[in-house]
């Protein structure tokens, strides 16, 4: 992969646009959808036409981040990348470019910044006590 190639699915970051996100966003939660489908759903938050669903997800399956296949006279199309992947992928790439690849400075970013109640507070403790045991165990 040279530098300034797009990764495929699987490898290097994904960045998404906020489009592209939201029709991958519909296609992991219904699995595979229409272009009507896919701009019913995005369209109710975001307006926009049906041909630029089309045009995007053709953009998308060039880069490898969807499939089609033929159903009669319409494609219906799949994530072809995991949303965990992508989550994953996306939160390292700002963690990179944002907080110099350490994710304490994220996380210490997101507690100072975040409006966080004190449920979620409990919450975030539980989850480090528990990740401390795992790491303990090793």
Same mark, same amino acid.
């Given at each position: 992969?040279?530098?300034?190639?797009?990764?495929?699915? /699987?490898?290097?970051?994904?960045?998404? /646009?906020?489009?592209?996100?939201?029709?991958?966003?519909?296609?992991?939660?219904?699995?595979?959808?229409?272009?009507?489908?896919?701009?019913?759903?995005?369209?109710?938050?975001?307006?926009?036409?049906?041909? #630029?669903?089309?045009?995007?997800?053709?953009?998308?399956?060039?880069?490898?981040?969807? #499939?089609?296949?033929?159903?009669?006279?319409? $494609?219906?199309?799949?994530? @072809?990348?995991?949303?965990?992947?992508?989550?994953?992928?996306?939160?390292?790439?700002?963690? #990179?470019?944002? $907080?110099?690849?350490?994710?304490?400075?994220?996380?210490?970013?997101?507690?100072?910044?975040?409006?966080?109640? /004190?449920?979620?507070?409990?919450?975030?403790?539980?989850?480090?006590?528990?990740? @401390?045991?795992?790491?303990?165990?090793?």
């Amino acid at each position: 992969m040279t530098e300034d190639s797009e990764p495929r699915p /699987g490898e290097g970051t994904l960045r998404l /646009g906020d489009l592209q996100l939201a029709i991958l966003r519909v296609l992991w939660s219904e699995g595979e959808a229409s272009v009507v489908r896919v701009h019913e759903v995005v369209s109710a938050a975001r307006g926009g036409a049906p041909s #630029t669903i089309s045009t995007m997800l053709a953009k998308m399956e060039a880069r490898g981040l969807v #499939t089609r296949r033929k159903v009669g006279r319409q $494609f219906l199309w799949r994530a @072809a990348v995991a949303e965990d992947h992508a989550r994953r992928s996306m939160v390292e790439d700002v963690t #990179t470019r944002m $907080f110099g690849g350490d994710p304490l400075e994220l996380l210490n970013h997101l507690v100072r910044e975040s409006e966080i109640d /004190g449920e979620d507070l409990d919450s975030l403790r539980a989850l480090i006590e528990r990740r @401390a045991r795992e790491e303990g165990a090793k």
